[in-house]
């Protein structure tokens, strides 16, 4: 970010007195760690879990098709 | 299971070992964590940016304060949490417990990070500077880099349970560092205030800034809780994938 964009974004926060540019970096720099690992948690969740599905998945078509007998007692 | 008698708190532990089990308390715990957060985050960024006074001597920047303490606390409830599972996998060989500290170390870490990079902007205008070589400053910076060690150990073998084993040690040893850490204000000469919350002799913070503190405190903890349990998810799942794929290369 430029240094005038960010003055300007300062100018429309509240000034705190003077200390607008310390606090409001130190809540921007919480919440940009604190979103960035909820998100990369969420995206690796739920791709794992879809993988593990699909892969469940057609090994479970493989084994049907391969011993149509021993299907009904599935693992 | 096959346990005796004498070895209950181990097999109810045990109980909580099964994926499938641990798998569907997390997703019963999780909406009821995550509705958690949302509203004490609400209120505590409520109360601390806006409602709550300017300190008499620090003026408006104390409310750094509401991201930096909260943060700090959990820096080291969460290597706390992980030195005590990390204990549980050595001498229990608890499967979800080093499941859980490489779920959590990256969480601990941000945390961390967090409480460094706040102080250091409550720092430069109060104290004049971003950053001062004493103990409570060090001490916090090392158990920074005990997580970043913490993950990088964890993801150096090539079969996971070396590096959980590996890792799991240095949480342990590395926890020598908590209570220095904690008593790092009392021990030595420092520029870093004492604790005005956990004291022996009760909070000597205003409740008009105590409550905002607090509510950032539950609302930190939820958010742990919701990520941690995301990321043991991911890794449950990743196990499976691996084991999946094992067994259609060896079948």
Redesign the interface.
Known sequence: MSDASLDSLLAVL?D????GA??W???A??AL??IG??VQ??V??R???A??AT??AE?AAASAATEPREAGHGA | MGLKDRNRPAATMHRYANPARFLRLARAVQPWAAVLTIICLGAGLYLG??ASP?DYQQ???V??MY??VP?AWMALFVYTSMAAASFAALVWKHPLADLFAKAAA??GA?FT??AL??GS??G??MWGAWWVWDSRLTSVLVLFFLYLGHIALTNAFDEPTRGARAAAILALVGFVNVPIIKFSVDWWNTLHQPSSVLRLDGPTIDPSMLWPLLLMGVAFTG?FL??VI??M???I??R??RA??Y??AAG
């Open positions: 509240p705190m007195g003077g200390y310390y606090v970096p130190a809540f720099i919480a760690v604190l690992l909820l948690s969420l690796s969740a791709r794992n879990e993988e593990a892969l469940r090994r | 940016l806006f300017a003026g408006e920047s409310r750094i991201v930096h943060a990256p969480i941000g990070l967090i990079a706040t902007l409550w430069k205008p958010y919701c990520v995301l990321r998810r991911a890794e799942a990743a499976r994938i999946l794929r067994s259609r």
